[in-house]
């Protein structure tokens, strides 16, 4: 038996808008999309994939799971995700080695530094 990675559902208050967000700062492809739902994948036949869909209630506290992202100039990837509508989170975590960024919805995701060595 063997299992292969589809995707991650996201739970969203505006999941188009939020799909949308993500599409533009992974450099992702919107692969389908309705008035209340929306599916990215890094290109339209490659998973796995990133499927927003909607919900009732509100987020209430820290996410269970978040992604990391390693990209070449970390500095430079904050700037650039600052300016696209994230968020810097308050974590009281002082001198990491990653940052902690909140997306539209406050959903917590970690830009981490250059690998050492």
Do not use: Y
């Not at 808008?17 to 992974?26: D, F, I, N």
């Not at 996410?63 to 990209?71: S, W």
């Not at 600052?82 to 960024?101: D, F, I, K, P």
């Amino acid at each position: 038996m063997a299992l292969e990675w589809e995707q991650i559902i996201v739970d969203s208050a505006d999941p188009v808008a939020l799909g949308r967000w993500w599409a533009e700062a992974l450099g992702w492809v919107v692969v389908d999309e309705s008035e209340e739902i929306i599916e990215i994948r890094p290109e339209p036949d490659r998973m796995p994939g990133l499927l927003f869909v909607p919900v009732p209630e509100g987020k209430t506290s820290k996410n269970r799971l978040h992604p990391d992202f390693r990209p070449d100039d970390q500095e430079a990837e904050v700037a650039r995700l600052l300016s696209l509508g994230a968020q810097r989170a308050s974590t009281g975590q002082e001198e990491q080695h990653w940052v902690t960024l909140l997306d539209p919805e406050g959903n917590e995701f970690c830009v981490l530094s250059d690998r050492k060595g």
